[in-house]
């Protein structure tokens, strides 16, 4: 939760915060304060509101790999009864992996935050709060290497894409199939040991993961003699995108596309007041959730794509398929 507000993308738990007053964390299973039923708790992320008098503040960070981060935030009166706060804060850092395929370093990061908030005292008991944010978090994500892993029916491994096509065979003069039906299978030159120590990866295709959300909310507090009423209004949008070389090696072995979007809108309503002289609190309320939600993956197998046909073929009409076969548009 951000302001009390649910967020239902779970990537949008991978954004950084900033401009905090606190984090509260409620332990679970539980469904009375925040909402929305929780079977491990709930963290609210509290993010500051307009100060009483005119302040500013900015603070800057450096660090290894070309980290430098730099957040500002301007708050204070705006009128009688109305006061404002926005805040900036944007990171960057050079990559901390070296992949030594593409000769270059991956890993960095660019990212950008906004939250601006408005604070409406209409009347000794009543107050307004209004809050937008906007967040982008671009990353270049690094591949850990391609591990050894048991070979498949066809005895393929990340070493040996070919499998069986590739093992020479006596009975052909020591040729494999791949040689007697001239199938180019690439195979793979990087090690395929994962040593903890290392940060070298050998990944041949650019990676990148971007998530973007902008959202805004509307909180109305009343108080009736003692009982407090409290309606929240919000939306939020979140768009996410991962290419990602899945396969950790120096060929095209998987690539696998992927993204996400979220559309949610909430509605909530609480009742709250004390009984039996202060000995006691109760609190009532109804909550309302909207999502729209599509997602998506794609996978490639480049270099696999001439072992497939060939396996196939061979399984079906005694030769290889030609080449393109299973290519899919």
Not at 92 to 115: F, I
Not at 172 to 184: N, T
Not at 252 to 262: E, I, R, S, V
Request: cysteine-free.
């Amino acid at each position: 939760y951000q302001d009390g507000i649910y967020r239902g993308a779970s990537v949008s738990a991978t954004v950084p915060q900033f401009d905090l007053e606190r984090i509260e964390v409620l332990r679970g299973p539980q469904g009375t304060l925040y909402g929305r039923n929780s079977t491990g708790g709930a963290i609210n992320v509290i993010t500051r509101l307009p100060s009483d008098e005119a302040e500013f503040n900015a603070t800057f960070t450096a660090g290894n790999y070309g980290k430098l981060r730099g957040e500002l935030g301007v708050s204070g009166p705006l009128g009688e009864r109305v006061g404002g706060r926005i805040s900036f804060v944007n990171e960057a850092s050079d990559g901390y992996v070296d992949n030594k395929t593409l000769g270059r370093n991956e890993a960095d990061r660019d990212y950008t935050g906004v939250n601006g908030s408005l604070v409406f005292d209409l009347s000794d008991s009543t107050e307004l709060i209004l809050r937008g944010s906007y967040l982008d978090d671009k990353r270049n994500v690094g591949q850990p290497i391609g591990v050894q892993l048991s070979p498949t029916a066809a005895g393929i491994t990340p070493e040996n894409l070919g499998g069986v096509l590739t093992i020479p065979d006596p009975t052909l003069g020591g040729l494999s199939l791949a040689d007697i039906f001239g199938l180019d299978i690439p195979q793979a030159s990087a090690p395929f040991v994962v040593d903890p120590d290392s940060l070298d990866y050998f990944t041949d295709t650019p990676m990148k993961r971007e998530i973007e959300q902008y959202g805004f909310s509307a909180t109305l507090t009343h108080d009736f003699d003692g009982i407090t009423a409290k309606l929240s209004l919000a939306h939020q949008d979140t768009d996410y995108v991962d290419f990602n070389d899945s396969d950790g090696l120096d060929i095209t072995a998987l690539l696998a596309d992927g993204g996400q979007t979220n559309r949610q809108n909430t509605v909530e309503l609480n009742l709250s007041g004390d009984y039996a002289n202060d000995s006691g609190t109760w609190i009532l309320g109804g909550f309302y959730f909207q999502e729209d939600g599509t997602s998506f993956l794609w996978a490639e197998l480049p270099a696999l794509q001439t072992t497939l046909e060939a396996l196939f073929g061979l399984a079906a009409i005694g030769m290889p398929l030609p080449s393109g076969s299973l290519a899919a548009a």
